[in-house]
Nanobody, 123 residues
């Protein structure tokens, strides 16, 4: 499966962005999906994950209450709605296909990754 993330950009602190991840060339609807991010000089970290049906989600503590992950299996899309953005949210954001049916908060649970989209939050 190929994953294409989009929707990143430059936004002021307190603003919002919605990232999209389009899946093609493989199975999407029966797999969990996740968003991760990597800031300069830091390791890639978990942001959010959603199960195959969209009724189970988990978030990193740092984004809980501000970010929302969702999916549309009819369109092979997964979204990350980001609100109340902070400068520390600045990173390259990656979407990834996770385990069959389930969620995962671990990088090792993901076998297919998109190319990433840059999010920059100015103070």
């Amino acid at each position: 499966v190929q994953l294409q993330a989009s929707g990143g950009g430059l936004v002021q602190a307190g603003g919002s962005l919605r990232l999209s991840c389009a899946a093609s060339g493989g199975t999407f609807s029966t797999y969990g999906m996740g968003w991760f991010r990597q800031a300069p000089g830091k390791e890639r970290e978990f942001v959010a994950t959603i199960n195959w049906s969209g009724d189970t989600t988990y978030y990193a503590d740092s984004v809980k209450g501000r970010f929302t992950i969702s999916r549309d299996n009819t369109k092979n899309l997964v979204y990350l709605q980001m609100t109340s953005l902070k400068p520390e949210d600045t990173a390259v954001y990656y979407c990834a296909r996770g385990p069959y049916l389930r969620t995962s908060r671990e990088i090792r649970g993901y076998g297919h990754w998109g190319q990433g989209t840059q999010v920059t939050v100015s103070s």
